[in-house]
Protein backbone atom coordinates (compact mmCIF):
# COMPACT_ATOMS: atom_id res chain seq x y z
CA UNK A 1 0.00 0.00 0.00
CA UNK A 2 1.10 3.25 -0.62
CA UNK A 3 2.43 5.93 1.98
CA UNK A 4 2.93 8.82 -0.18
CA UNK A 5 0.01 10.94 0.98
CA UNK A 6 -0.06 12.74 -2.20
CA UNK A 7 -0.69 9.88 -3.98
CA UNK A 8 -3.21 7.43 -2.18
CA UNK A 9 -5.76 6.78 -4.60
CA UNK A 10 -7.54 4.19 -2.90
CA UNK A 11 -11.17 4.93 -1.20
CA UNK A 12 -11.59 7.14 1.76
CA UNK A 13 -13.58 7.16 4.48
CA UNK A 14 -15.76 10.58 4.20
CA UNK A 15 -16.59 11.15 8.05
CA UNK A 16 -20.04 12.19 9.60
CA UNK A 17 -21.69 14.10 12.22
CA UNK A 18 -22.13 10.69 13.70
CA UNK A 19 -18.68 9.12 12.82
CA UNK A 20 -16.72 12.03 13.51
CA UNK A 21 -15.40 11.20 17.27
CA UNK A 22 -13.87 7.61 15.58
CA UNK A 23 -11.76 9.12 12.64
CA UNK A 24 -10.65 12.26 15.24
CA UNK A 25 -8.86 9.84 17.23
CA UNK A 26 -7.37 7.63 14.67
CA UNK A 27 -5.83 10.88 13.68
CA UNK A 28 -4.55 10.89 16.89
CA UNK A 29 -3.57 7.56 17.15
CA UNK A 30 -6.08 6.32 19.12
CA UNK A 31 -9.02 3.74 18.64
CA UNK A 32 -12.30 4.35 20.63
CA UNK A 33 -15.44 2.87 20.33
CA UNK A 34 -19.10 3.53 21.43
CA UNK A 35 -19.94 1.42 24.57
CA UNK A 36 -23.69 1.29 25.31
CA UNK A 37 -24.40 2.52 29.21
CA UNK A 38 -27.39 0.11 29.86
CA UNK A 39 -25.31 -3.07 28.69
CA UNK A 40 -22.42 -2.17 28.68
CA UNK A 41 -21.51 -3.72 25.17
CA UNK A 42 -19.61 -2.39 22.82
CA UNK A 43 -20.83 -1.13 19.30
CA UNK A 44 -19.03 -1.04 16.34
CA UNK A 45 -19.47 0.51 13.53
CA UNK A 46 -20.59 4.23 15.02
CA UNK A 47 -24.48 5.08 14.96
CA UNK A 48 -27.06 7.34 15.85
CA UNK A 49 -29.33 4.89 17.91
CA UNK A 50 -27.90 1.51 20.58
CA UNK A 51 -28.91 -1.69 19.04
CA UNK A 52 -30.16 -2.63 22.57
CA UNK A 53 -33.27 -0.17 22.80
CA UNK A 54 -34.46 3.00 22.74
CA UNK A 55 -33.52 4.22 26.55
CA UNK A 56 -30.44 2.79 25.87
CA UNK A 57 -27.59 5.57 24.94
CA UNK A 58 -23.86 5.33 23.27
CA UNK A 59 -20.76 6.34 25.01
CA UNK A 60 -17.49 7.01 23.76
CA UNK A 61 -14.11 4.93 25.41
CA UNK A 62 -11.28 4.14 24.53
CA UNK A 63 -10.72 0.59 22.85
CA UNK A 64 -7.81 -1.57 24.46
CA UNK A 65 -6.29 -2.16 21.39
CA UNK A 66 -5.66 -5.45 20.91
CA UNK A 67 -7.91 -8.24 18.90
CA UNK A 68 -7.46 -11.71 17.09
CA UNK A 69 -8.04 -12.54 13.36
CA UNK A 70 -11.55 -13.90 13.42
CA UNK A 71 -10.98 -14.74 9.72
CA UNK A 72 -9.20 -13.48 6.64
CA UNK A 73 -8.42 -13.75 3.28
CA UNK A 74 -5.04 -12.69 1.53
CA UNK A 75 -6.26 -11.05 -2.01
CA UNK A 76 -3.55 -13.21 -4.77
CA UNK A 77 -5.75 -10.75 -7.46
CA UNK A 78 -7.11 -7.34 -6.30
CA UNK A 79 -10.08 -6.73 -5.34
CA UNK A 80 -10.70 -3.15 -6.77
CA UNK A 81 -8.25 -1.68 -9.35
CA UNK A 82 -7.02 0.85 -6.65
CA UNK A 83 -5.40 -2.30 -4.97
CA UNK A 84 -3.52 -3.27 -8.48
CA UNK A 85 0.33 -3.93 -7.74
CA UNK A 86 -0.49 -4.44 -4.05
CA UNK A 87 -1.47 -8.13 -4.76
CA UNK A 88 -1.23 -9.92 -2.20
CA UNK A 89 -2.51 -8.25 0.75
CA UNK A 90 -4.87 -9.36 3.73
CA UNK A 91 -8.47 -8.17 4.53
CA UNK A 92 -9.72 -9.85 7.74
CA UNK A 93 -12.58 -9.77 10.20
CA UNK A 94 -10.36 -8.52 13.12
CA UNK A 95 -12.07 -9.40 16.82
CA UNK A 96 -11.87 -7.15 19.02
CA UNK A 97 -11.12 -8.14 22.68
CA UNK A 98 -14.07 -5.70 23.41
CA UNK A 99 -16.33 -8.26 21.40
CA UNK A 100 -17.12 -6.31 18.24
CA UNK A 101 -15.82 -7.30 14.90
CA UNK A 102 -14.15 -4.96 12.20
CA UNK A 103 -13.07 -5.64 8.54
CA UNK A 104 -9.51 -4.35 8.39
CA UNK A 105 -5.83 -5.07 6.73
CA UNK A 106 -3.61 -7.03 8.53
CA UNK A 107 -0.18 -5.49 7.88
CA UNK A 108 3.78 -5.42 9.17
CA UNK A 109 3.95 -8.88 8.16
CA UNK A 110 4.21 -11.47 5.22
CA UNK A 111 0.45 -12.30 3.93
CA UNK A 112 1.16 -16.35 4.13
CA UNK A 113 1.71 -15.73 8.03
CA UNK A 114 -1.55 -14.85 8.85
CA UNK A 115 -4.10 -17.20 10.67
CA UNK A 116 -7.52 -17.48 12.33
CA UNK A 117 -6.70 -16.71 15.86
CA UNK A 118 -3.73 -14.90 15.53
CA UNK A 119 -3.36 -11.89 18.27
CA UNK A 120 -3.16 -8.52 16.69
CA UNK A 121 -2.79 -4.86 17.83
CA UNK A 122 -4.48 -2.04 16.46
CA UNK A 123 -1.97 0.46 13.98
CA UNK A 124 -2.82 3.42 12.22
CA UNK A 125 -1.89 4.22 8.76
CA UNK A 126 -2.10 7.72 7.91
CA UNK A 127 -3.24 7.61 4.28
CA UNK A 128 -3.84 11.18 4.18
CA UNK A 129 -2.98 14.28 5.95
CA UNK A 130 -6.65 14.42 6.58
CA UNK A 131 -7.11 10.54 7.32
CA UNK A 132 -5.67 7.91 9.48
CA UNK A 133 -7.03 4.65 8.76
CA UNK A 134 -7.09 1.80 11.59
CA UNK A 135 -5.17 -1.26 10.37
CA UNK A 136 -4.23 -3.94 12.96
CA UNK A 137 -0.88 -5.88 12.74
CA UNK A 138 0.36 -9.13 14.37
CA UNK A 139 1.18 -8.66 18.46
CA UNK A 140 4.23 -7.34 18.52
CA UNK A 141 5.64 -7.23 15.12
CA UNK B 1 -52.56 -15.65 5.84
CA UNK B 2 -50.36 -18.70 4.32
CA UNK B 3 -48.87 -17.79 0.75
CA UNK B 4 -49.17 -22.03 0.67
CA UNK B 5 -50.65 -22.58 -3.15
CA UNK B 6 -52.01 -19.09 -3.51
CA UNK B 7 -50.25 -18.93 -6.97
CA UNK B 8 -47.98 -20.63 -9.36
CA UNK B 9 -45.74 -19.66 -11.45
CA UNK B 10 -47.47 -19.94 -15.05
CA UNK B 11 -44.39 -18.70 -17.92
CA UNK B 12 -41.10 -18.24 -18.08
CA UNK B 13 -38.39 -16.50 -20.00
CA UNK B 14 -34.65 -16.36 -19.92
CA UNK B 15 -31.88 -15.26 -22.47
CA UNK B 16 -28.98 -16.98 -23.54
CA UNK B 17 -25.96 -15.18 -21.71
CA UNK B 18 -23.43 -13.71 -23.11
CA UNK B 19 -20.00 -12.25 -22.25
CA UNK B 20 -21.12 -8.77 -23.72
CA UNK B 21 -24.05 -6.99 -25.32
CA UNK B 22 -23.47 -4.32 -28.01
CA UNK B 23 -25.87 -1.19 -27.56
CA UNK B 24 -28.60 -2.52 -25.52
CA UNK B 25 -30.86 -0.78 -22.76
CA UNK B 26 -31.61 -3.07 -20.08
CA UNK B 27 -35.03 -1.49 -20.14
CA UNK B 28 -35.61 -2.99 -23.53
CA UNK B 29 -34.10 -6.55 -22.18
CA UNK B 30 -36.24 -6.21 -19.35
CA UNK B 31 -39.26 -5.87 -21.44
CA UNK B 32 -38.19 -8.58 -23.63
CA UNK B 33 -37.89 -10.94 -21.23
CA UNK B 34 -41.52 -9.55 -19.50
CA UNK B 35 -42.94 -10.32 -22.89
CA UNK B 36 -41.50 -13.67 -24.05
CA UNK B 37 -42.46 -15.31 -20.00
CA UNK B 38 -45.85 -13.49 -21.07
CA UNK B 39 -46.17 -15.11 -23.94
CA UNK B 40 -44.70 -18.84 -22.52
CA UNK B 41 -47.70 -18.50 -19.96
CA UNK B 42 -50.37 -18.64 -22.55
CA UNK B 43 -51.23 -14.94 -21.69
CA UNK B 44 -51.69 -11.31 -23.14
CA UNK B 45 -50.10 -8.51 -21.85
CA UNK B 46 -53.48 -7.10 -21.13
CA UNK B 47 -54.10 -9.58 -18.80
CA UNK B 48 -50.89 -8.98 -17.02
CA UNK B 49 -51.69 -6.36 -13.70
CA UNK B 50 -48.58 -6.28 -11.98
CA UNK B 51 -45.21 -5.41 -12.71
CA UNK B 52 -42.07 -6.53 -10.53
CA UNK B 53 -38.89 -5.14 -11.46
CA UNK B 54 -35.04 -4.57 -9.57
CA UNK B 55 -33.31 -1.53 -9.33
CA UNK B 56 -31.23 -0.33 -12.83
CA UNK B 57 -28.90 2.18 -13.51
CA UNK B 58 -30.93 3.57 -16.49
CA UNK B 59 -33.95 4.20 -13.69
CA UNK B 60 -32.39 4.99 -10.47
CA UNK B 61 -35.50 6.37 -9.34
CA UNK B 62 -39.26 5.19 -10.66
CA UNK B 63 -38.23 2.13 -12.21
CA UNK B 64 -41.48 -0.03 -12.09
CA UNK B 65 -43.59 3.00 -13.93
CA UNK B 66 -40.88 3.16 -16.26
CA UNK B 67 -41.22 -0.74 -17.25
CA UNK B 68 -44.90 0.11 -16.83
CA UNK B 69 -44.54 2.56 -19.50
CA UNK B 70 -42.34 0.59 -21.59
CA UNK B 71 -44.42 -2.48 -21.44
CA UNK B 72 -48.04 -0.83 -22.21
CA UNK B 73 -49.03 -2.63 -18.64
CA UNK B 74 -52.05 -1.15 -16.62
CA UNK B 75 -50.65 -1.81 -13.14
CA UNK B 76 -51.93 -2.75 -10.02
CA UNK B 77 -49.19 -3.32 -8.39
CA UNK B 78 -46.07 -2.04 -9.33
CA UNK B 79 -42.68 -2.72 -7.23
CA UNK B 80 -38.98 -2.80 -7.24
CA UNK B 81 -37.17 -5.71 -5.29
CA UNK B 82 -33.70 -5.23 -3.86
CA UNK B 83 -32.78 -8.09 -2.12
CA UNK B 84 -29.38 -8.67 -4.26
CA UNK B 85 -28.96 -12.08 -5.54
CA UNK B 86 -32.12 -13.39 -3.69
CA UNK B 87 -34.29 -10.89 -5.78
CA UNK B 88 -35.01 -13.62 -7.70
CA UNK B 89 -36.84 -16.01 -5.41
CA UNK B 90 -38.04 -12.61 -3.48
CA UNK B 91 -40.02 -11.24 -6.41
CA UNK B 92 -41.79 -14.78 -6.20
CA UNK B 93 -43.15 -14.02 -2.85
CA UNK B 94 -43.62 -10.22 -2.84
CA UNK B 95 -45.62 -11.35 -6.00
CA UNK B 96 -47.73 -14.15 -4.24
CA UNK B 97 -48.32 -11.68 -1.41
CA UNK B 98 -49.81 -9.37 -3.27
CA UNK B 99 -52.01 -11.81 -5.49
CA UNK B 100 -53.31 -13.60 -2.01
CA UNK B 101 -53.83 -10.04 -1.08
CA UNK B 102 -56.38 -9.36 -3.75
CA UNK B 103 -54.36 -6.37 -4.80
CA UNK B 104 -53.70 -7.79 -8.41
CA UNK B 105 -53.91 -11.62 -10.51
CA UNK B 106 -50.65 -11.92 -12.89
CA UNK B 107 -47.88 -10.54 -12.01
CA UNK B 108 -44.52 -10.39 -13.93
CA UNK B 109 -41.23 -10.21 -12.35
CA UNK B 110 -38.09 -9.23 -14.30
CA UNK B 111 -34.81 -9.53 -13.84
CA UNK B 112 -31.74 -8.11 -16.83
CA UNK B 113 -28.51 -7.03 -16.79
CA UNK B 114 -26.71 -5.93 -20.10
CA UNK B 115 -22.56 -5.70 -19.99
CA UNK B 116 -21.14 -3.24 -22.58
CA UNK B 117 -17.55 -3.91 -22.97
CA UNK B 118 -17.34 -0.23 -22.99
CA UNK B 119 -18.60 0.73 -19.62
CA UNK B 120 -18.22 -2.83 -17.96
CA UNK B 121 -17.72 -2.36 -13.89
CA UNK B 122 -14.06 -3.04 -13.34
CA UNK B 123 -13.74 -4.94 -9.61
CA UNK B 124 -16.64 -3.37 -6.91
CA UNK B 125 -16.94 -0.29 -9.49
CA UNK B 126 -18.12 1.82 -7.18
CA UNK B 127 -15.54 4.42 -7.49
CA UNK B 128 -16.01 6.20 -10.86
CA UNK B 129 -16.23 9.34 -10.79
CA UNK B 130 -17.78 11.30 -7.15
CA UNK B 131 -20.58 9.80 -5.25
CA UNK B 132 -22.23 10.39 -1.76
CA UNK B 133 -22.33 7.12 -0.15
CA UNK B 134 -22.66 7.23 3.16
CA UNK B 135 -23.34 4.03 3.85
CA UNK B 136 -21.16 2.27 6.39
CA UNK B 137 -19.65 -0.01 4.02
CA UNK B 138 -18.58 3.01 2.23
CA UNK B 139 -16.89 4.18 5.41
CA UNK B 140 -15.82 0.88 7.02
CA UNK B 141 -14.99 -1.67 4.72
CA UNK B 142 -14.15 0.43 1.13
CA UNK B 143 -11.24 1.54 2.20
CA UNK B 144 -9.42 -1.88 3.34
CA UNK B 145 -10.38 -3.35 -0.24
CA UNK B 146 -12.88 -4.72 0.86
CA UNK B 147 -14.97 -4.09 -2.37
CA UNK B 148 -17.07 -6.72 -4.04
CA UNK B 149 -17.98 -9.95 -2.82
CA UNK B 150 -14.75 -12.55 -3.57
CA UNK B 151 -13.35 -10.90 -0.49
CA UNK B 152 -16.18 -11.99 1.76
CA UNK B 153 -17.22 -15.37 0.68
CA UNK B 154 -12.96 -16.07 1.39
CA UNK B 155 -13.41 -14.97 4.66
CA UNK B 156 -16.41 -17.67 5.18
CA UNK B 157 -14.49 -20.46 2.92
CA UNK B 158 -11.21 -19.80 5.59
CA UNK B 159 -13.52 -19.87 8.78
CA UNK B 160 -15.53 -22.67 7.39
CA UNK B 161 -12.74 -24.85 6.93
CA UNK B 162 -10.85 -23.87 10.30
CA UNK B 163 -14.17 -24.57 12.45
CA UNK B 164 -15.23 -27.57 10.24
CA UNK B 165 -12.84 -28.59 7.49
CA UNK B 166 -13.60 -29.04 4.22
CA UNK B 167 -11.27 -30.42 1.42
CA UNK B 168 -10.35 -28.74 -1.49
CA UNK B 169 -11.28 -31.16 -3.49
CA UNK B 170 -14.59 -31.30 -1.87
CA UNK B 171 -15.62 -28.12 -3.12
CA UNK B 172 -13.76 -28.55 -6.16
CA UNK B 173 -16.47 -31.62 -6.87
CA UNK B 174 -19.74 -28.76 -6.54
CA UNK B 175 -17.99 -26.72 -9.42
CA UNK B 176 -17.56 -29.54 -11.71
CA UNK B 177 -21.02 -31.03 -11.58
CA UNK B 178 -22.46 -27.99 -12.56
CA UNK B 179 -20.17 -27.76 -15.14
CA UNK B 180 -21.17 -31.04 -16.19
CA UNK B 181 -24.89 -29.96 -16.34
CA UNK B 182 -23.91 -26.72 -18.17
CA UNK B 183 -22.41 -29.10 -20.79
CA UNK B 184 -25.68 -30.35 -21.26
CA UNK B 185 -27.94 -27.12 -21.46
CA UNK B 186 -26.94 -25.38 -25.07
CA UNK B 187 -27.75 -22.12 -23.53
CA UNK B 188 -25.02 -22.05 -21.17
CA UNK B 189 -21.71 -19.86 -21.08
CA UNK B 190 -19.56 -22.53 -20.62
CA UNK B 191 -21.61 -25.51 -22.50
CA UNK B 192 -18.91 -27.94 -24.38
CA UNK B 193 -16.19 -26.80 -21.47
CA UNK B 194 -15.73 -30.10 -19.23
CA UNK B 195 -14.02 -28.93 -16.40
CA UNK B 196 -12.06 -31.74 -13.67
CA UNK B 197 -11.34 -31.43 -9.79
CA UNK B 198 -7.79 -30.95 -10.88
CA UNK B 199 -8.95 -28.15 -13.13
CA UNK B 200 -10.73 -26.71 -10.31
CA UNK B 201 -7.50 -26.82 -8.12
CA UNK B 202 -5.29 -26.09 -10.58
CA UNK B 203 -6.88 -22.44 -11.66
CA UNK B 204 -5.21 -19.30 -10.29
CA UNK B 205 -6.09 -18.51 -6.83
CA UNK B 206 -8.02 -15.43 -6.42
CA UNK B 207 -8.68 -14.97 -2.69
CA UNK B 208 -7.37 -17.61 -0.34
CA UNK B 209 -8.83 -20.46 -0.78
CA UNK B 210 -11.62 -19.12 -3.43
CA UNK B 211 -9.78 -20.75 -6.51
CA UNK B 212 -10.99 -18.71 -10.14
CA UNK B 213 -13.21 -21.85 -11.12
CA UNK B 214 -15.13 -21.24 -7.82
CA UNK B 215 -16.03 -17.87 -8.50
CA UNK B 216 -18.84 -17.27 -10.67
CA UNK B 217 -18.20 -15.23 -14.09
CA UNK B 218 -20.36 -12.13 -14.82
CA UNK B 219 -22.23 -12.27 -18.29
CA UNK B 220 -25.07 -10.39 -19.75
CA UNK B 221 -28.62 -11.82 -19.69
CA UNK B 222 -32.21 -11.54 -18.54
CA UNK B 223 -34.70 -13.87 -16.97
CA UNK B 224 -38.58 -12.97 -15.97
CA UNK B 225 -41.39 -15.03 -14.55
CA UNK B 226 -45.25 -14.68 -14.49
CA UNK B 227 -46.53 -15.43 -11.66
CA UNK B 228 -50.51 -15.82 -11.37
CA UNK B 229 -53.39 -16.41 -9.24
CA UNK B 230 -54.40 -19.95 -7.93
CA UNK B 231 -57.83 -19.07 -9.95
CA UNK B 232 -56.29 -18.36 -13.39
CA UNK B 233 -52.97 -21.15 -13.29
CA UNK B 234 -55.87 -23.87 -12.87
CA UNK B 235 -57.36 -22.37 -16.02
CA UNK B 236 -54.16 -22.16 -18.21
CA UNK B 237 -53.44 -25.79 -20.53
CA UNK B 238 -49.52 -25.69 -19.67
CA UNK B 239 -48.37 -27.38 -16.95
CA UNK B 240 -47.55 -24.85 -14.03
CA UNK B 241 -44.88 -24.70 -11.00
CA UNK B 242 -46.90 -24.16 -7.61
CA UNK B 243 -45.97 -22.16 -4.61
CA UNK B 244 -46.02 -24.29 -1.29
CA UNK B 245 -43.69 -22.46 0.77
CA UNK B 246 -41.77 -19.29 1.10
CA UNK B 247 -39.36 -18.20 3.79
CA UNK B 248 -37.45 -14.94 4.25
CA UNK B 249 -34.33 -13.62 6.57
CA UNK B 250 -31.76 -10.65 6.23
CA UNK B 251 -29.18 -10.30 9.00
CA UNK B 252 -26.58 -8.01 7.87
CA UNK B 253 -25.05 -5.53 5.06
CA UNK B 254 -21.46 -5.92 5.81
CA UNK B 255 -19.93 -10.29 6.10
CA UNK B 256 -17.99 -8.80 9.08
CA UNK B 257 -21.24 -7.75 10.75
CA UNK B 258 -22.76 -11.43 10.17
CA UNK B 259 -23.82 -13.19 13.49
CA UNK B 260 -21.65 -16.01 12.18
CA UNK B 261 -19.70 -16.71 9.09
CA UNK B 262 -20.63 -20.08 9.24
CA UNK B 263 -24.30 -20.53 10.31
CA UNK B 264 -26.23 -18.34 7.89
CA UNK B 265 -29.78 -16.85 7.76
CA UNK B 266 -30.65 -19.26 5.17
CA UNK B 267 -32.21 -21.79 8.12
CA UNK B 268 -34.42 -19.30 9.09
CA UNK B 269 -35.42 -18.68 5.79
CA UNK B 270 -35.30 -22.85 4.78
CA UNK B 271 -37.38 -23.80 7.85
CA UNK B 272 -39.82 -21.21 7.28
CA UNK B 273 -40.43 -22.54 3.59
CA UNK B 274 -40.85 -26.12 4.42
CA UNK B 275 -43.04 -25.26 7.40
CA UNK B 276 -45.44 -23.76 5.39
CA UNK B 277 -45.44 -26.57 2.20
CA UNK B 278 -45.87 -29.37 4.49
CA UNK B 279 -42.65 -30.88 2.51
CA UNK B 280 -40.17 -32.36 4.47
CA UNK B 281 -36.35 -32.54 3.12
CA UNK B 282 -36.34 -35.95 2.12
CA UNK B 283 -39.44 -34.83 -0.27
CA UNK B 284 -37.00 -32.46 -2.21
CA UNK B 285 -36.25 -33.40 -5.73
CA UNK B 286 -34.33 -30.81 -7.42
CA UNK B 287 -31.97 -28.68 -5.64
CA UNK B 288 -31.56 -25.32 -7.08
CA UNK B 289 -29.59 -23.66 -4.78
CA UNK B 290 -27.82 -19.88 -5.20
CA UNK B 291 -23.94 -20.43 -6.30
CA UNK B 292 -22.05 -17.42 -6.66
CA UNK B 293 -18.96 -19.69 -5.10
CA UNK B 294 -18.65 -22.90 -4.08
CA UNK B 295 -18.86 -22.69 -0.50
CA UNK B 296 -22.17 -21.00 -0.92
CA UNK B 297 -23.65 -24.00 -1.88
CA UNK B 298 -21.50 -25.79 0.84
CA UNK B 299 -23.10 -23.58 3.57
CA UNK B 300 -26.87 -23.42 1.30
CA UNK B 301 -26.67 -27.56 1.81
CA UNK B 302 -25.98 -27.37 5.57
CA UNK B 303 -27.88 -24.46 6.80
CA UNK B 304 -31.09 -25.47 4.36
CA UNK B 305 -31.02 -28.77 6.45
CA UNK B 306 -29.67 -31.31 4.35
CA UNK B 307 -27.00 -31.83 5.43
CA UNK B 308 -25.26 -32.00 9.16
CA UNK B 309 -23.18 -28.49 9.93
CA UNK B 310 -20.07 -29.74 9.27
CA UNK B 311 -21.12 -32.60 7.77
CA UNK B 312 -21.49 -30.40 3.72
CA UNK B 313 -17.83 -31.99 2.59
CA UNK B 314 -18.98 -35.80 3.20
CA UNK B 315 -22.65 -35.29 1.70
CA UNK B 316 -20.69 -33.58 -1.58
CA UNK B 317 -19.07 -37.02 -1.58
CA UNK B 318 -21.69 -39.51 -0.77
CA UNK B 319 -24.04 -37.49 -3.44
CA UNK B 320 -23.63 -36.96 -7.78
CA UNK B 321 -24.58 -33.58 -7.78
CA UNK B 322 -25.13 -33.97 -11.42
CA UNK B 323 -28.72 -33.84 -12.95
CA UNK B 324 -28.68 -37.58 -13.50
CA UNK B 325 -27.41 -38.35 -10.09
CA UNK B 326 -28.81 -38.94 -6.73
CA UNK B 327 -29.03 -35.32 -5.35
CA UNK B 328 -29.76 -33.10 -8.58
CA UNK B 329 -28.47 -29.36 -8.02
CA UNK B 330 -28.88 -26.60 -10.10
CA UNK B 331 -29.67 -28.65 -13.84
CA UNK B 332 -28.90 -25.68 -15.70
CA UNK B 333 -25.48 -25.24 -15.09
CA UNK B 334 -25.87 -23.20 -11.77
CA UNK B 335 -24.35 -19.51 -11.92
CA UNK B 336 -20.94 -20.63 -12.22
CA UNK B 337 -21.25 -22.76 -15.14
CA UNK B 338 -24.64 -21.05 -16.79
CA UNK B 339 -23.59 -17.40 -16.08
CA UNK B 340 -24.34 -14.73 -13.68
CA UNK B 341 -26.15 -12.43 -15.60
CA UNK B 342 -26.62 -9.93 -12.30
CA UNK B 343 -30.19 -9.86 -10.98
CA UNK B 344 -30.65 -12.42 -13.35
CA UNK B 345 -28.23 -14.95 -12.23
CA UNK B 346 -30.05 -15.64 -9.00
CA UNK B 347 -33.52 -15.84 -11.32
CA UNK B 348 -31.78 -18.27 -13.04
CA UNK B 349 -32.63 -20.95 -9.79
CA UNK B 350 -36.61 -20.12 -9.79
CA UNK B 351 -36.69 -20.14 -13.51
CA UNK B 352 -34.92 -23.18 -13.96
CA UNK B 353 -36.63 -24.91 -10.94
CA UNK B 354 -40.23 -23.80 -12.22
CA UNK B 355 -38.96 -25.21 -15.98
CA UNK B 356 -38.14 -28.99 -14.30
CA UNK B 357 -41.09 -29.25 -12.59
CA UNK B 358 -43.08 -27.78 -15.70
CA UNK B 359 -41.20 -31.12 -17.62
CA UNK B 360 -39.29 -28.57 -20.12
CA UNK B 361 -35.84 -28.74 -19.34
CA UNK B 362 -34.72 -30.67 -22.41
CA UNK B 363 -31.88 -33.61 -22.19
CA UNK B 364 -31.66 -31.99 -18.30
CA UNK B 365 -34.74 -32.83 -17.27
CA UNK B 366 -34.93 -34.75 -13.99
CA UNK B 367 -36.58 -37.78 -14.01
CA UNK B 368 -39.32 -37.07 -10.93
CA UNK B 369 -39.66 -33.67 -10.03
CA UNK B 370 -42.76 -33.13 -7.74
CA UNK B 371 -40.86 -30.99 -5.18
CA UNK B 372 -37.99 -28.05 -5.82
CA UNK B 373 -36.01 -26.34 -3.41
CA UNK B 374 -34.85 -22.80 -4.48
CA UNK B 375 -32.63 -20.53 -2.44
CA UNK B 376 -31.65 -17.01 -3.53
CA UNK B 377 -28.81 -15.61 -1.58
CA UNK B 378 -28.10 -11.83 -1.64
CA UNK B 379 -25.06 -9.62 -1.06
CA UNK B 380 -22.69 -11.82 1.37
CA UNK B 381 -25.15 -14.22 2.73
CA UNK B 382 -26.90 -11.18 4.00
CA UNK B 383 -30.48 -11.43 2.41
CA UNK B 384 -31.76 -15.15 2.06
CA UNK B 385 -35.26 -16.17 0.35
CA UNK B 386 -35.88 -19.67 0.68
CA UNK B 387 -38.94 -21.27 -2.12
CA UNK B 388 -40.21 -24.77 -2.09
CA UNK B 389 -42.51 -24.71 -5.93
CA UNK B 390 -44.12 -28.20 -6.67
CA UNK B 391 -46.08 -29.58 -9.51
CA UNK B 392 -48.97 -29.47 -7.75
CA UNK B 393 -50.65 -27.22 -5.60
CA UNK B 394 -52.61 -29.34 -3.07
Same mark, same amino acid.
Given at each position: ??????? $?????????T???????????????????????????????????? %???? +??????? #?????????? !?????S??????????????????????T????????????I??????????????V????????G? | ???? #??? =????? !???????????????????????D???? !???????????????F?????? *???? +??? @??????????????????? *?????????A? =?????????? &???????????????????????D??? /??????? $?G?? #????? @?????Q????? $??????? +????????? @?N?????????????? &???D???????????????????????? *???????????????P???????????????I????? +???? *???????????? /????????????????????????????????????G?????????????????????????????? !?????????? %???????????Q????????????????????S????????
Amino acid at each position: MSDEPQT $YGKPLPEPNTISKPYWDAAKEHRLVLQRSRKTGRFVFYPRAVSPFG %ADDT +LEWVDAC #GRGTVYSYTV !ARRATSPQWNGDEPYVIAIVALDEGVHMTANIIDCSPDSVRIGLPVEVAFMDVTPEVTLVQWRPLGA | MSLR #GSV =AIAGV !AEFKPSRFTVGETTLGMLARAAMDAIAD !AGLEPGEVDGVITANFAEAPFM *APAT +LVE @YLGIDAKFAEVVDLGGATG *AGMVTRAAMAI =AAGLCETVVC &TTAARREQRSSRPGGGSFSGRRIDRTP /AAEFEEP $YGAI #GANYG @YAMIAQRYMHE $YGVRPEQ +LAKIAVAQR @YNACHNPDAIFFGQPI &TVDDVLNSPMVVDPLHLLEIVMPVAGAA *AIVVTSARKAKRLKKPVAWLLGAGEHTTHRSIAFAPS +LTHS *AITAAADDAFKM /AGVRRRDIDLASLYDCYTITVLLTIEDAGFAKKGQGGTFVDEHSLQFDGDWPLNPHGGQLSFGQAGI !AGGMSHVTEA %ARQIMGRSGVRQIRKCEYAFVNGNGGIMSEQVSLLLARSGK
